[in-house]
Every structure is written in C-alpha cells, then in structure tokens.
C-alpha cells in the first residue's frame, strides 16, 4: 500500500487491499497456532514484505534438531495482494538428513500460496509427518 499512487486509488481497491492483507494476517496466524501445537514455533520479521515461521522439530532419541523455515512473501499485484511461501529444512545438529529432500516433502503440504484459514493446518500436519518418517528412519549414519 505504501506504493499506491494516493490520487489514483480508488476508495474500493484500497479496502480490498486491506481485506485481503487481513485474511493473509489471519491465515498465519492459524498456521502459527497449529504449529505451537505440535513443535516449538519462532517467527521472525525479515524485511517489510518477508515473513519467517520456524518450527523446530526435535528428535530428542536420535539426538537431532531440524528446523523447518516458511518465509512468507507478500507483494502487490495490481489491485490485490499475492502472498507466496517458500519452504526450507535445516538439520541444526544430528543426523544429516538431506535438507532439500526435507523442504520438497513440506512443500507438498504447503503448496506455493496462502491457503483459507481452515486449511492452515496443513504446515502442522507436515511438520508432524515429517517428523514421524525421520523417526522411522532412524539413525542414517555420519553426524554434524
């Protein structure tokens, strides 16, 4: 909004705006909450349009701590606005998984966008699968 040209922005388009900034907010937000439900969850400002929620997933019997970042990118296109997430793994220590593999699997939950709010589960339902395929894995051999 901050690039909007004020003499040309209809009253409209910048309610629009501010609507659909608030079910991006809202979306998060649950995402958030559904993640502190199943992992230590952090979130961290980036930039003006960039957004970080890390959850930490530890695999306390393997002695490994992954970290699964989704960085929320929001931009105008136009008169709405587009949010896109990026998903990335990171072993902290432990085992060496391998961490692109990790971030393709949760972006099969998560997808490229913001979903509904109802839908927001998804991040948690991946962290919790992944969590549970590197737990049946088990031990992989080298450590960090």
Do not use: P
């Not at 003499?7 to 900034?21: C, D, K, N, W």
């Not at 939950?109 to 894995?137: N, P, S």
């Amino acid at each position: 909004m901050h690039g909007a040209a004020q003499s040309q922005t209809a009253v409209a388009a910048l309610l629009r705006a501010v609507a659909a900034g608030w079910d991006a907010a809202l979306a998060v937000a649950e995402a958030v909450r559904r993640l502190e439900q199943v992992c230590v969850t952090d979130e961290a400002i980036l930039s003006d349009e960039r957004l970080a929620v890390d959850a930490l997933i530890v695999l306390a019997g393997l002695k490994t701590k992954v970290r699964a970042r989704f960085v929320i990118e929001v931009g105008g296109g136009g008169d709405e606005l587009v949010a896109a997430v990026g998903v990335e793994a990171k072993v902290c220590y432990g085992e060496r998984y391998d961490e692109a593999k990790m971030g393709e699997f949760l972006s099969q939950y998560v997808g490229t966008g913001l979903r509904t709010v109802d839908e927001m589960g998804c991040w948690a339902d991946g962290v919790e699968d992944l969590k549970g395929r590197l737990l049946k894995r088990g031990k992989k051999g080298e450590r960090i």
